[in-house]
C-alpha cells in the first residue's frame, strides 16, 4: 500500500522548461512501468490522509493511474487519519489480506510508518529528509525514491 502523497512524487516538477516536463514525463512513464509490474503480482492500495476524498480521486484519474489501485481508502471518507491503525485496517480488510504479507510504502516515519507498524505490517520508507524519528520507530527499509520500490521489495 501507499501513501496518496506517494503517487503524484513527480506531479511538483512541471514548470515552463523543457527539461523538466522531460523527467517529470519520464518519471511518469518508469512509475507506470513499475506499478504495471507491481498491480501483476500484488495487490496494491492507498492510504491517505486527505480530508476530501475527490481530491484523491481526481488526482488518480488525471495521471491515469486509477487502474493499479484495488482500494483507496482517504480518512475524509472514514473518518481515521494516519497513524490509526484503523485506517490500515480497514484497507487490510477491503483487500481481504493479512497485515504479516504486507508491506506499506511511505514517507513520513510519524503517520506511515507509525501506523503501518501498529497495524503489524512490514514498512518500506521513503527518505526525502532525515526524520528523527526514524532511528525510534526503525522501518523495515528505507529507499530514497519510488523507483527502488521494486527491488526493496524483493528484500521483504
Request: proline share 3%; net charge neutral; charged share 25%.
Amino acid at each position: 500500500m501507499f501513501a496518496a502523497h506517494e503517487t503524484a512524487e513527480y506531479h511538483g516538477a512541471y514548470d515552463t522548461t523543457s527539461a523538466r516536463f522531460i523527467y517529470a514525463h519520464y518519471f511518469h512513464i518508469i512509475l507506470c512501468l513499475s506499478w504495471r509490474k507491481l498491480k501483476g503480482k500484488y495487490k496494491l492500495g492507498i492510504v491517505s490522509n486527505f480530508a476530501i476524498p475527490e481530491c484523491v480521486t481526481k488526482l488518480l484519474e488525471i495521471h491515469r493511474i486509477a487502474k493499479f489501485f484495488d482500494v483507496v481508502i482517504v480518512s475524509g471518507a472514514v473518518n481515521k487519519r494516519k497513524p490509526s491503525p484503523k485506517i490500515f485496517q480497514q484497507a487490510l480488510n477491503e483487500l481481504n489480506v493479512d497485515a504479516s504479507e504486507t508491506v506499506f510504502v511511505g514517507d513520513t516515519i510519524d503517520a506511515d510508518v507509525k501506523g503501518a507498524k501498529d497495524a503489524n505490517m512490514k514498512t518500506i520508507f521513503i527518505e526525502r529528509r532525515v526524520q528523527k524519528e526514524a532511528e525510534q520507530l526503525c522501518p523495515d527499509q528505507t529507499i530514497k525514491s519510488l523507483g527502488d520500490l521494486l527491488e526493496a521489495l524483493e528484500h521483504c
